[in-house]
């Protein structure tokens, strides 16, 4: 089995990935590997659905570059191909006079990567978009939305399977090797040999780098965060979406208040520590995989530098009454019983050695190698452009 480009992972960037060369190289044969037994199963298919802006991310930036570009592609994407999109906007809020200083970086950084139509908004022009929502000052955000990421990988792979693009689930990948100028790779069911190989593996991205790159400076720390949803009679106390000013040290963007493509009302995420890379509960746990991440160096350092978060995440994931206080800040009315559970989605997190939770998007490259190692969110808003990004790598390897 011969091919020019493997690659490894069918979640929405894989499958972008895979789009965009197929459309640009249509001569090139392609195969995509899924372990899972459908496509866009872990982070793609578990997020909130959220078209992201692009405001919060450092200008310059991999993420500041591929979201301002990928937001772009994907609202034309949806809308050739008649996917549901609601461009509904946010509201971003400051609760305290002490949160402003953040608030007003955030609009400038929106500013500096080219968003047009942000507005500050007082108290009064809060409640007039979301009047149930408590804070002394904040950012409309236009440039937002919401959709189905599920629909849209889907619809992803559809097209460049239409286009001669082979795509395998139920496929584990258990070795890569490399000889002369070929990549081999052995799977669960079949080996194959390659030109080239694209890792696009998200929660298990270094254990596939790691088959390759024995000391890889990077792993990944998988987080969960947990929602709940509001009873049906309570989304009327949230109109579109609503965020808190998040912390900069920490690359999460803190509770806040989601409406979905389907009219569901989302409440969350928090942000605790995973006890196995896939564990969608508390219940969850492989014992393998939670000692690989205590004991890297990397984790260890974060967690002395987060205990504090850390401990606060992991009471509110216990402790329904502490959620709530933690939405309380941003909407005093809410209350316990308004709240009904909902799902959950893992985060992959790449941390480093010296304990930095990388905090942009990571490509590592080498002759036959593209390995995607850190792509959290806004991955899926990004994804086309993510595409392009690895399709150009890609064309200079083969050139």
Same mark, same amino acid.
């Given at each position: 089995?011969?091919?020019?480009?493997?690659?490894?992972?069918?979640?929405?960037?894989?499958?972008?990935?895979?789009?965009?060369?197929?459309?640009?190289?249509?001569?090139?044969?392609?195969?995509?590997?899924?372990?899972?037994? *459908?496509?866009?199963?872990?982070?793609?298919?578990?997020?909130?659905?959220?078209?992201?802006?692009?405001?919060?991310?450092?200008?310059?930036?991999?993420?500041?570059?591929?979201?301002?570009?990928?937001?772009?592609?994907?609202?034309?994407?949806?809308?050739?191909?008649?996917?549901?999109?609601?461009?509904?906007?946010? %509201?971003?809020?400051?609760?305290?006079?002490?949160?402003?200083?953040?608030?007003?970086?955030?609009?400038?950084?929106?500013?500096?990567?080219?968003?047009?139509?942000?507005?500050?908004?007082?108290?009064?022009?809060?409640?007039?978009?979301?009047?149930?929502?408590?804070?002394?000052?904040?950012?409309?955000?236009?440039?937002?939305?919401?959709?189905?990421?599920?629909?849209?990988?889907?619809?992803?792979?559809? %097209?460049?399977?239409?286009?001669?693009?082979?795509?395998?689930?139920?496929?584990?990948?258990?070795?890569?090797?490399?000889?002369?100028?070929?990549?081999? %790779?052995?799977?669960?069911?079949?080996?194959?040999?390659?030109?080239?190989?694209?890792?696009?593996?998200?929660?298990?991205?270094?254990?596939?780098?790691?088959?390759?790159?024995?000391?890889?400076?990077?792993?990944?720390?998988?987080?969960?965060?947990?929602?709940?949803?509001?009873?049906?009679?309570?989304?009327?106390?949230?109109?579109?979406?609503?965020?808190?000013?998040?912390?900069?040290?920490?690359?999460?963007?803190?509770?806040?208040?989601?409406?979905?493509?389907?009219?569901?009302?989302?409440?969350?995420?928090?942000?605790?520590?995973?006890?196995?890379?896939?564990?969608?509960?508390?219940?969850?746990?492989?014992?393998?995989?939670?000692?690989?991440?205590?004991?890297?160096?990397? $984790?260890?350092?974060?967690?002395? *530098?987060?205990?504090?978060?850390?401990?606060?995440?992991?009471?509110?994931?216990?402790?329904?009454?502490?959620?709530?206080?933690?939405?309380?800040?941003?909407?005093?009315?809410?209350?316990?019983?308004?709240?009904?559970?909902?799902?959950?989605?893992?985060?992959?997190?790449?941390?480093?050695?010296?304990?930095?939770?990388?905090?942009?998007?990571?490509?590592?490259?080498?002759?036959?190698?593209?390995?995607?190692?850190?792509?959290?969110?806004?991955?899926?808003?990004?994804?086309?452009?993510?595409?392009?990004?690895?399709?150009?790598?890609? $064309?200079?390897?083969?050139?």
């Amino acid at each position: 089995m011969d091919y020019d480009i493997a690659i490894v992972g069918a979640g929405i960037v894989g499958l972008a990935t895979a789009l965009q060369i197929n459309q640009k190289r249509p001569e090139l044969k392609i195969i995509v590997i899924e372990k899972e037994n *459908k496509v866009a199963a872990h982070q793609t298919g578990n997020n909130s659905g959220v078209i992201h802006s692009g405001i919060y991310y450092k200008p310059g930036s991999l993420k500041a570059k591929n979201c301002i570009e990928g937001y772009h592609l994907m609202i034309n994407f949806c809308k050739e191909n008649n996917i549901p999109i609601d461009m509904c906007g946010k %509201i971003i809020v400051a609760t305290s006079e002490a949160e402003i200083p953040a608030l007003t970086n955030i609009y400038n950084r929106g500013i500096e990567n080219g968003l047009t139509g942000l507005k500050y908004i007082d108290e009064k022009e809060i409640k007039e978009i979301e009047p149930y929502t408590n804070g002394v000052k904040g950012i409309f955000v236009p440039q937002t939305g919401i959709v189905d990421y599920k629909v849209v990988a889907n619809k992803y792979s559809e %097209i460049f399977q239409k286009n001669g693009g082979e795509l395998v689930l139920n496929t584990k990948v258990v070795k890569i090797s490399k000889k002369n100028d070929l990549i081999y %790779i052995k799977t669960s069911r079949f080996d194959l040999q390659t030109k080239l190989v694209i890792n696009c593996a998200g929660l298990y991205s270094d254990k596939i780098a790691s088959l390759t790159i024995p000391d890889l400076e990077v792993k990944i720390v998988p987080f969960r965060g947990e929602y709940y949803s509001l009873n049906n009679n309570k989304r009327h106390l949230v109109n579109n979406l609503i965020y808190p000013v998040p912390d900069p040290n920490f690359p999460f963007l803190g509770v806040h208040f989601t409406r979905r493509i389907d009219g569901e009302i989302e409440a969350g995420p928090n942000a605790v520590l995973a006890f196995q890379r896939e564990g969608y509960t508390k219940s969850q746990i492989n014992i393998k995989e939670l000692f690989e991440t205590l004991t890297w160096k990397g $984790f260890q350092k974060v967690a002395i *530098k987060y205990w504090k978060t850390g401990i606060g995440e992991m009471y509110r994931s216990f402790s329904k009454k502490a959620f709530t206080i933690a939405l309380q800040k941003l909407m005093p009315s809410i209350q316990p019983q308004d709240l009904k559970q909902g799902g959950a989605g893992v985060r992959a997190q790449a941390c480093d050695k010296n304990g930095g939770l990388i905090d942009d998007f990571y490509i590592k490259e080498l002759p036959g190698q593209i390995h995607v190692l850190n792509a959290p969110s806004p991955a899926a808003t990004s994804s086309l452009s993510i595409g392009n990004t690895i399709a150009e790598l890609a $064309f200079k390897q083969f050139s």
